[in-house]
């Protein structure tokens, strides 16, 4: 039988993969990409698109494909032997590629076509490329001096070991974690379906009571809704030193590992001629500067701060009149919230909750899709890494356009968070059109046992949220009309507006029109009833400002870590955090709280100096959502197939074939105004 992961004429054979395959594959797809750069070094190479670029895509993309799904295995199935062989294969894929970029024969050839007669001839997408590839050589270190370059590679091969043991650690510390309680009366207010999960986690393991993780569906419901003050704060202490100093195993510890990248972050900016690392970042985004960055980040904390500011008030109020709390502490905030909630709206998330089984909100979220682009999402079938994982295919007037994973559940061995990932990316073949394949990946709650049946599971409305953004970011990649591989779907496009159509699509989540169609009671059967829905929609911005605040923390930190921070200095990583909180934040967690310990974004997930993208793609998205509002105001349905046409032509179906700001004003017609974002977040008076 031949290698699963050197076939390439479709699906990947998820079936089939073992470890065993994985260094033998990458050994074997690494030697076909350095005979065909070897190929392509020759002066007589034609220098041209078929000659010279598809040679080299084609090779390219076979190892990316094949490595991409090694990668996802190792996020979402984690074992001994496969993270092994993950970690062995690492440094060979990472020393190809920064061989590549730095391999100044073909940088040279890439410049001359740059500069040739025939490059004004080609399509806009292939000079996008082409500038693309040229400005990556230079940050990949093709111009450093010989002498530099064994160094610069040797940064890329430890940044990329150390982003893996950060992530690591952090799944190692999440997984050890487990609390076993006997006591029922210990679980006070906790919801039934958590008591469930609880229960059933607990039997698994032939024990009896109740077994609660650091995963956050375990988590958050005693955060949100257990009476016992020293359960929460149990919890809480666990979740927030996973992998630190004042973790359980401190191999765990990431606090080499935050200063190692950081370090190593600089070095690279130093040999390639930047001050600083975020200057590095910067550079294929949107935003011009680390200063640009940092102001509109403040900016926005200081709209911000007067409504979290007041939503802190009413907070501490609430729970010394009502909840006996004189001194509200992080493991009561989300617990005193749910009250305050529940008692100013009339309503908790629980009861939203057990209207959003996931049957309905699959079928209500791709009945929306259907409508807005002129699509179809059918259920497919695939090898699969897991008996959850579903399969779906996506066509438009009865052609295959496109086909998505969705695996929604948390559980062991399985990375934490929500996230999308390509899988195969279209682009035209000779033998046709390839059509994309996405992965989309959460860590919602599982369905659980009841009454002797499996019943479906139940999401609470923010999990809903997550779930339209993420198919966000599958839209992008399946919708694509690009031919060329490396500007199709989200490829090429601006780090800092890739999150767009992700954030455009979590505001249907707050239409009657969408809602009306995806809810059903989980006993009764019947929709989420308008007054609800009402409740629901004037508790829409409970608490923005806190919330946008703490976005704002982790984006200045972030880019402060990036920007100014000497990570050879008397300053730690912790004290820079605290600094930004001490000017912009009105509630401080404890001093134990690590949260940069874990925070896989920006040392483990291609954020670094780019957590801000999350806020300026929102500008961008509540923009392009105002335009829909607009047309609803001249008569039109809140779902408009002409402006979901119009979005899809001009920004998700260009994928990075032009600039990001380019397509945001075909489509709007002008450039972002803040206005809406804050409008959205219910921020606007302080604007004024």
């Not at 190692?260 to 550079?283: C, D, I, K």
């Not at 479906?456 to 993420?470: D, G, K, N, R, W």
Request: charged share 25%.
């Amino acid at each position: 039988m031949p290698n699963p992961l050197l076939v390439f004429d479709g699906l990947p054979q998820f079936d089939a993969i073992t470890p065993e395959h994985i260094t033998p594959a990458m050994d074997e797809l690494l030697a076909r990409c350095r005979a065909v750069v070897v190929e392509q070094e020759k002066p007589e190479t034609g220098i041209d698109w078929d000659h010279f670029i598809v040679p080299l895509e084609d090779a390219t993309e076979a190892l990316s494909r094949s490595w991409g799904i090694v990668r996802h295995m190792n996020a979402v199935v984690d074992t001994p032997a496969l993270r092994a062989a993950y970690n062995e294969n690492l440094p060979k894929i990472t020393e190809f590629w920064t061989s590549l970029s730095q391999n100044l024969a073909i940088f040279d050839k890439y410049r001359q076509l740059r500069e040739s007669a025939g490059f004004e001839k080609l399509s806009p997408a292939r000079k996008k490329i082409i500038e693309n590839a040229l400005r990556d050589f230079r940050l990949g270190g093709a111009e450093l001096p010989e002498d530099k370059k064994p160094r610069f590679a040797e940064i890329q091969e430890k940044m990329a070991a150390i982003s893996t043991r950060f992530s690591e650690n952090v799944l190692d510390a999440t997984n050890d974690f487990s609390l076993y309680i006997e006591d029922e009366k210990t679980l006070s207010g906790l919801p039934e379906d958590a008591m469930h999960a609880a229960a059933s986690a607990a039997q698994r393991e032939g024990k009896t009571g109740y077994k609660f993780t650091l995963h956050f569906p375990s988590y958050y419901p005693i955060m949100q809704f257990a009476n016992n003050r020293e359960l929460r704060e149990t919890l809480y202490r666990a979740y927030v030193t996973r992998a630190s100093e004042l973790g359980v195993n401190p191999e765990w510890n990431n606090s080499d590992n935050i200063l190692e990248l950081l370090r190593l972050r600089r070095e690279e900016a130093t040999l390639l001629g930047y001050g600083n690392y975020a200057e590095v970042s910067l550079v294929p985004k949107m935003a011009q500067s680390p200063h640009e960055v940092i102001a509109f980040l403040e900016d926005l904390a200081v709209q911000a701060k007067p409504f979290a500011t007041q939503d802190m008030e009413a907070l501490r109020t609430f729970a010394q009149e009502t909840l006996g709390i004189d001194d509200v502490s992080a493991w009561d905030m989300a617990y005193v919230s749910e009250k305050l909630r529940e008692k100013r709206y009339a309503f908790s998330e629980q009861e939203v909750k057990q209207y959003f089984p996931e049957p309905r909100v699959t079928e209500g979220l791709f009945k929306l899709i259907q409508t807005l682009f002129g699509v179809t999402v059918l259920p497919d079938t695939a090898p699969v890494w897991h008996k959850d994982v579903k399969f779906f295919r996506v066509e438009k007037d009865g052609r295959l356009i496109g086909q998505f994973y969705l695996d929604l559940y948390a559980r062991p061995g399985k990375r934490g968070g929500a996230w999308m990932d390509d899988a195969i990316s279209r682009r035209r073949t000779k033998a046709g059109i390839q059509t994309p394949v996405t992965y989309l990946t959460c860590n919602f709650t599982e369905p659980a046992e009841k009454d002797g049946k499996i019943q479906p599971a139940c999401f609470t409305h923010s999990e809903v949220i997550t779930l339209f953004h993420e198919f966000g970011h599958g839209l992008h990649h399946l919708l694509t009309k690009m031919e060329e591989l490396s500007v199709s779907g989200i490829a090429g496009v601006e780090w800092d507006a890739v999150e767009l159509p992700s954030q455009f699509m979590e505001n249907f989540c707050w239409e009657w029109d969408v809602l009306s169609h995806m809810t059903a009671h989980e006993t009764t059967g019947q929709p989420l009833p308008r007054d609800l829905f009402d409740k629901m929609t004037a508790a829409k911005n409970f608490q923005s400002g806190l919330q946008m605040l703490r976005q704002i923390e982790f984006s200045l930190a972030d880019m402060h870590l990036h920007y100014d921070f000497d990570p050879d200095g008397k300053k730690t990583v912790q004290e820079v955090l605290d600094e930004i909180r001490a000017r912009f934040a009105v509630v401080l967690p404890p001093e134990f709280n690590r949260f940069l310990h874990s925070f896989n974004h920006i040392f483990a997930g291609g954020y670094a100096a780019g957590y801000y993208s999350y806020k300026w793609a929102e500008v961008l998205s509540a923009d392009v959502y105002s335009a829909f509002e607009e047309a609803q105001s001249d008569g039109t349905n809140m779902i408009s197939p002409a402006m979901g046409s119009r979005l899809l032509e001009e920004i998700l179906s260009v994928g990075g074939s032009r600039g990001a700001m380019e397509s945001f004003e075909a489509f709007r017609g002008r450039k972002p105004s803040i206005d809406a974002l804050l409008r959205h977040n219910g921020l606007i008076n302080s604007a004024r």
